[in-house]
């Protein structure tokens, strides 16, 4: 069925639009965006009134864990991507920290079908670059691009050998793949459970120091110098980490960079009382670090607005701080936080919001989506950002409920999602 979205603002920094318009869908793409939609308005055609609504090419996420195979009582593909498309984002790229791990083509090509029965949102993966995510032996990555694989990680287990991710960024390298990588360097964060300051002395608490993570990102970042490998950073959050990755880029690394909300919008403070839904890794910092991050958006520095959507159960969080583990939900509050925190504010455009949530996103991985020209998928989102609304866990569609944000007042939601021309999230 034709679907034309009517009198929307659409909002498609891709294309340099920004303005009131019809959309109109047809055969899972975009067939048009016009002033005038009525002579497309023929046959069997659903016509979606959008006065007061803003529409955007889905959000792309590039840095999510669906948990499965292996995990799937926190999350799995069928509640991931629900949780996705409720927050807007038309495709995930899930992290392979799974059991077992994606490291073989033909957990790959499993993850792929079920994603294919039962999910909502577009589904890539991104491989292990390590056999096992140990610290060395190199995966196949051949065959796990051949097998669907859109990139390679040592996410949640960050390699410390310079050698093996040299190695590692060579083969990637020559097959056009980019390495994501968690930078941490694990001998300065051995038993640490929070960010290093005031707040974890005051908690009693051993830290991680805001250099565990830049040694890293330089190093990587000079490695990506050297081989040439295109570089992704993870979930940046401290402010040497942005100037690092600001210098690297100035000389013409191929690197690139992201972060997530929970970065921006909180400060180690929120794990006063031991709050464990506070605890993540890498960990929440201090303001002067929440406003670099912001430069770094601002500027260009960093690239990408992801979610890091880590669900944990609730019997695992209810542990004391030191062994509770790392990670926070996200993919249902990271458009309202971000738009809250940045545009409400005025400090960064709503055309500035969706370039880091959706078009760099397909960018830097090569994905489709990230725009709305004629042709592309129909892959949208439909923001109401007038709305406000409370962020209550009990209501999501992830199976966890393990976020920092429980009670706050939130503005602008998505209130329609359209992945391939289906329409497979509608508010109410």
Not at 284 to 300: F, H, K, P, S
Not at 307 to 332: N, W
Request: hydrophobic fraction near 40%.
């Amino acid at each position: 069925m034709r679907t034309i979205f009517r009198k929307a603002h659409v909002c498609d920094p891709s294309q340099g639009i920004d303005r009131v318009a019809d959309v109109v869908v047809d055969e899972g793409k975009v067939l048009a965006i016009v002033d005038d939609s009525t002579p497309y308005d023929v046959g069997s055609c659903e016509v979606i009134d959008c006065s007061g609504l803003v529409l955007t090419p889905g959000l792309i996420d590039l840095h999510v864990h669906l948990r499965e195979p292996g995990f799937e009582y926190k999350e799995d593909v069928q509640s991931g991507t629900a949780a996705a498309v409720a927050g807007g984002f038309t495709a995930v790229c899930c992290m392979p920290n799974t059991d077992p791990p994606l490291d073989e083509p033909s957990v790959i090509r499993g993850l792929l079908k079920r994603a294919e029965q039962v999910g909502v949102a577009r589904v890539y993966p991104i491989a292990a670059i390590t056999k096992g995510l140990q610290p060395e032996g190199l995966t196949e990555m051949a065959a796990l691009k051949e097998a669907g694989a859109v990139a390679v990680t040592d996410d949640a287990y960050p390699l410390q050998s310079a050698e093996v991710l040299r190695r590692g960024m060579e083969y990637a390298g020559q097959l056009g793949l980019p390495v994501l990588t968690h930078c941490e360097d694990k001998s300065l964060t051995k038993d640490a459970c929070m960010n290093e300051g005031l707040t974890s002395t005051i908690m009693g608490l051993r830290g991680m120091p805001a250099v565990a993570e830049e040694t890293q990102v330089a190093r990587n970042c000079l490695l990506s110098l050297y081989t040439g490998c295109r570089l992704h950073i993870l979930h940046v959050s401290t402010a040497g980490a942005v100037r690092i990755i600001r210098w690297a880029k100035e000389r013409g690394a191929p690197v690139t960079a992201e972060t997530c909300p929970h970065y921006f919008a909180l400060t180690d403070e929120a794990c006063m009382g031991y709050n464990t839904n506070a605890k993540m890794n890498p960990p929440l910092r201090t303001q002067a670090d929440c406003d670099a991050i912001v430069e770094g958006l601002l500027d260009g520095t960093i690239d990408a607005i992801a979610t890091d959507h880590a669900p944990h159960a609730a019997h695992e969080k209810a542990q004391e701080f030191a062994l509770a583990p790392f990670g926070i939900v996200g993919l249902e509050t990271a458009f309202a936080l971000s738009f809250t925190e940045l545009v409400s504010t005025g400090r960064m455009s709503l055309s500035a919001l969706i370039e880091k949530m959706s078009c760099q996103p397909a960018k830097i991985l090569g994905l489709p989506g990230g725009t709305l020209a004629p042709g592309a998928p129909a892959d949208i989102a439909l923001f109401d950002l007038k709305r406000s609304w409370t962020v209550r866990s009990s209501e999501f569609r992830s199976k966890s409920r393990n976020t920092p944000f429980e009670g706050w007042e939130l503005t602008g939601k998505p209130v329609l999602t359209m992945v391939a021309g289906r329409i497979v999230y509608r508010e109410g």
